[in-house]
């Protein structure tokens, strides 16, 4: 059986679609959490030590069910 040096390091960033970026930012500061990077109206992120999370905005449905997580590979 041949071993697959290829893999998941790591968590690199969890993604949250936000119908209201602004109030997803203040909610995330509100935790204490501050903004690493930014692109005013389309992104936001935040580091949970070496965790990101990422805030998108979306006019979507549903505005509560949509997640994603970003794998960092060898």
């Known amino acids: 059986m041949t071993q697959n040096t290829q893999g998941v390091r790591k968590v690199g ?3 949250f679609l936000e ?3 602004a109030a997803g930012i203040e909610f995330y500061k509100t935790l ?3 903004m690493t990077f930014s692109l ?3 992104w936001a992120e935040f580091e949970v030590g070496d965790i ?3 805030l998108c905005p979306t006019d979507h449905e ?3 069910r949509h997640s ?3 794998f960092e590979v060898d």
């Open 68 to 70: 994603g997580i970003v």
């Open 32 to 34: 204490g959490l501050t």
């Open 62 to 64: 549903p505005f509560d």
């Open 13 to 15: 960033i969890i993604i």
């Open 52 to 54: 990101k999370i990422g």
């Open 40 to 42: 005013p109206d389309k």
């Open 19 to 21: 119908n209201n970026l």
